[in-house]
């Protein structure tokens, strides 16, 4: 029941956030996180596609990637949970290589930049090794790869509850966002590090 309950709840994060990028489309204003970019960088051609890769195809990934953990789903619809796991992987490879890019360009100094940089390098590549095991027939390790995918993906969500929380507490940005650029990810990491381990262990036990 707590993992079910952890799982709805994860998902109605997921669909939340994944549809915040709307409000960047659909105002045509300069909202948010866009007010602080300088204008040379805002008005780049290749900064405006890197972000709107970024945020429409990261939203598509947090949409529709928490679809993949609920078991009567995945079970029983395999031919959708395949088509499901191919969109997610384009949408992380698109919307992760765009945020590879974006946080060359991030505020915060070098700190928010590597921050942000090894979040996208690691949602990419654990995405990449989630897609080579299941083709190799690896389905436990792809399972595994894919847990530490979507918490990475799950960044997004994470981001937005910790940077009004530590804005206030600082009463600046730039502090909390450099900080914010380790703390939407790592966290995340180490709960999904921590969720494969006992799996792992569960499954050496019911083998042995």
């Avoid at 602080?36 to 990637?65: M, R, T, V």
């Avoid at 799950?154 to 509850?161: D, G, K, P, Y």
Wanted: aromatic fraction near 16%; glycine fraction near 10%; hydrophobic fraction near 55%.
């Amino acid at each position: 029941m707590s993992k079910r309950i952890a799982r709805i709840i994860i998902a109605i994060f997921g669909i939340l956030i994944g549809l915040y990028p709307l409000m960047y489309l659909l105002s045509g204003e300069r909202i948010n996180l866009l007010q602080g970019k300088p204008d040379e960088l805002y008005f780049s051609s290749l900064w405006q596609a890197g972000f709107h890769f970024h945020i429409i195809f990261g939203g598509i990934a947090l949409l529709i990637g928490w679809i993949q953990f609920f078991p009567r789903i995945r079970n029983r619809y395999l031919r959708f949970h395949r088509i499901i796991g191919r969109i997610y992987v384009v949408a992380v490879m698109l919307g992760g290589i765009a945020g590879i890019y974006l946080a060359l360009n991030a505020n915060g100094g070098i700190i928010a930049k590597t921050g942000f940089f090894l979040l996208g390098i690691g949602w990419t590549s654990t995405t990449l090794f989630g897609l080579g095991t299941v083709r190799k027939g690896m389905i436990d390790r792809h399972q595994s790869f894919m847990i530490f995918s979507y918490a990475l993906c799950f960044a997004a969500v994470t981001l937005r509850i910790w940077l009004p929380l530590l804005q206030a507490y600082f009463g600046e940005f730039l502090p909390a966002y450099r900080i914010v650029a380790w703390l939407c990810w790592v966290p995340n990491l180490l709960v999904a590090w921590w969720i494969v381990s006992r799996k792992e262990r569960q499954h050496l036990v019911s083998t042995h």
